[in-house]
């Protein structure tokens, strides 16, 4: 059984935008971390951003910060990605996660997360 599930990956050109969504299941999504990560062709898996369960405190890599927005919807549990001004270099495949916890760590690692979706590919043309 999925825990989580992603959608809207697809093409973009640079200074374009996309948003990705992701629906978790009830368990992990109610008071736990969530977050998303990336994995670029050649490149090791990197966190983006990751929110608290409360949504309140949420932590981006410099990397996407004043381009990137996360929100949770508690109502659909989903969390979603907003990706503007995107450039060649956000091209990866793009997963979600979720982690036990109230609270996202600073940083963000991916085996402090346990419950993965399969994820959405992400071009970026120049």
């Known amino acids: 059984q999925a825990h989580m599930a992603e959608s809207g990956g697809g093409s973009a050109q640079t200074g374009g935008s996309l948003r990705l969504s992701c629906v978790v299941a009830?368990?992990?999504?109610?008071?736990?971390?969530l977050g998303w990560f990336r994995r670029a062709p050649g490149k090791e898996r990197e966190g983006v951003v990751g929110?608290?369960?409360?949504?309140?405190?949420?932590y981006y890599d410099d990397s996407v910060k004043g381009r990137f927005t996360v929100s949770r919807d508690s109502a659909k549990n989903t969390v979603d990605l907003q990706m503007d001004n995107l450039q060649p270099d956000d091209t990866a495949t793009y997963y979600c996660?979720?982690?036990?916890?109230?609270?996202?760590?600073?940083?963000?690692?991916?085996?402090?997360?346990?419950?993965w979706g399969q994820g959405t590919q992400v071009t970026v043309s120049s």
């Open positions: 996660a979720a982690r036990l916890g109230w609270f996202c760590p600073s940083t963000l690692e991916g085996y402090n997360f346990g419950y």
């Open positions: 929110i608290g369960a409360g949504g309140d405190i949420v």
């Open positions: 009830r368990y992990p999504y109610v008071g736990n971390c």
